[in-house]
């Protein structure tokens, strides 16, 4: 059947169609500038703009797909985690349309979504493969079999900050607008990435192997600003940009590798928002080529919120034969990652 996604866990509305692995269009609306001159995201704008944005996104993805809402098989939604007023828009209309449509409904897990993402460029992902989610609320890197059946290993989680969180928000320090990831990924340009020795975070010896801490690194970088406000060596902000990406790409890239090699899987696959920057992708390029293993990342539409991934993951439940969600499925706003499907995926026998 063809998968519409709906995905509204943040300040993105997306909608996609899904069949067989196979994108057919997809839609995306953003309210990002509507959160800019508060610096982060307002979760009642978010949540409103929601309520503009869901139809016409519907209709576009279905327009661009050449498709109409008679063509949709089934329905799946970001239930979580994510802003809960946001997150409750976009289920809302994903139960009004897999009712009236008489389509079942799955509810989807937004970072399962970001690992699907790949699927649409890539194909099925191998089974093991290590992934390494790094977007504005969540660092994890993750041991990840068959996505749609089995449970999701975690081998380590930030302690702090997300990578995403650590961009916005010496980004504003910085004096860059919001959000802050493009807008240092673009202040980098041309930046020296070793100008600044900025810390790599438990890289030692005696840390812990797969975790990961951002908000030291964030405090270091603001404090950098303020040395050269104040009148101290005056580095051009380029410099500063360069080398916080470089130290995040090296901490991100060195733990990813060295988590493949330690048990022994030949494929990372780099997903969410942060996999969007382009240090991180050259990076882990260069570091998975020298150490012969597979690495894949989405282009970067895919690596930010959209509404296909959510279809891939309702396509790859179809498929694995899970139990659709009951129509009265609640928005799970902090729900941990340990399965694609977040209600538990019952097999259909
Ligand atoms: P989560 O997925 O954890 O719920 P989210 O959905 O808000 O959070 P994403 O949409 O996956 O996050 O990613 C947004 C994050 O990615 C933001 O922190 C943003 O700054 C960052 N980002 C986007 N593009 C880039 C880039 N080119 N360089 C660095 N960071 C980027
Ligand atoms: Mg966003
Ligand atoms: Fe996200």
């Keep these: 059947p063809v998968v519409l996604g709906i995905e509204s866990s943040c300040d993105e509305t997306g909608a996609g169609l899904v069949r067989d692995g196979r994108l057919l269009g997809h839609a995306v609306s953003s309210s990002m500038d509507e959160h800019a001159r508060y610096g982060g995201v307002v979760p009642e704008i978010a949540a409103r703009a929601h309520v503009h944005a869901l139809a016409p996104v519907v209709r576009e993805a279905l327009a661009l797909a050449g498709l109409t809402m008679r ?5 799946a939604v970001t239930t979580g985690p994510g802003l809960s007023g946001a997150l409750q828009v976009g289920v809302a209309a994903a139960k009004a349309l897999a009712y009236a449509r008489g389509v079942p409904l799955y509810g989807v897990h937004h970072l399962a979504g970001h690992v699907a993402a790949d699927t649409l460029e890539h194909g099925p992902l191998p089974d093991p493969c290590v992934a390494l989610i790094v977007s504005g609320g969540h660092t994890s890197l993750l041991l990840v079999r068959d996505l749609a059946r089995d449970p999701i290993v975690h081998l380590g989680d930030t302690l702090d900050d997300a990578a995403g969180e650590c961009f916005d928000k010496v980004a504003r320090v910085f004096g860059l607008p919001y959000p802050g990831g493009p ?7 041309g930046g020296d990435p070793r100008a600044v020795a900025f810390p790599r975070p438990l890289t030692g010896p005696g840390d812990t192997p797969w975790a990961f801490s951002f908000s030291g690194l964030k405090t270091a970088a603001a404090r950098w600003a303020e040395r050269q ?6 580095l051009p902000l380029a410099d500063g940009a360069a080398s916080l990406q470089e130290a995040v790409a090296d901490v991100l890239t060195r733990k990813a590798v060295a988590a493949c090699r330690a048990h022994a899987v030949d494929t990372l696959v780099l997903v969410g928002g942060v996999a969007a920057n382009s240090r991180v992708r050259n990076l882990a390029g260069e570091r998975c080529a020298a150490a012969g293993i597979t690495l894949r990342v989405p282009p970067p539409w895919l690596c930010t919120d959209n509404g296909a991934m959510i279809a891939a993951v309702g396509d790859l439940l179809i498929r694995a034969g899970a139990a659709p969600a009951p129509l009265d499925v609640s928005v799970d706003p902090s729900a941990p990652l340990t399965s694609a499907a977040l209600r538990p995926a019952q097999r259909a026998t």
């Design 71 to 75: 063509d949709i098989g089934a329905v």
């Design 183 to 189: 807008a240092i990924d673009r202040a980098a340009r």
């Design 229 to 234: 406000r104040t009148g101290g060596a005056g």
